[in-house]
């Protein structure tokens, strides 16, 4: 498993790179899937993000946004986590969240 560490500047750069790295790593068109999130919740606070690609033949791609250890996890269809990014500098959350 590889391990890379990034800064983004706002969430919208978080969810292009998710976007980015499940196309390259699987051959897939940018824009060509749909992407979903859901923002994770513990004790009705802001923890993280799920990220979905929802791609051909009825695979999913997920990552997890960890904002305790601001990292992201990328797991492949079958359920292998193939990446793990460690953030420098998280985006904000919490007006995601509002």
Not at 51 to 71: K, M, S, V, Y
Request: with cysteine.
């Amino acid at each position: 498993m590889v391990t890379k560490v990034l800064q983004f500047h706002d969430l919208q750069d978080l969810r292009d790179f998710v976007h980015e790295t499940f196309c390259n790593r699987y051959q897939l068109q940018f824009g060509a899937f749909r992407m979903t999130e859901r923002v994770l919740l513990r004790g009705g606070k802001p923890c993280g993000v799920h990220f979905c690609l929802h791609g051909p033949r009825a695979a999913r791609f997920t990552a997890i946004w960890e904002t305790d250890r601001n990292q992201v996890l990328f797991y492949g269809s079958a359920g292998e986590r193939f990446l793990k990014t460690q953030l420098v500098e998280a985006p904000n959350l919490e007006r995601k969240a509002a």
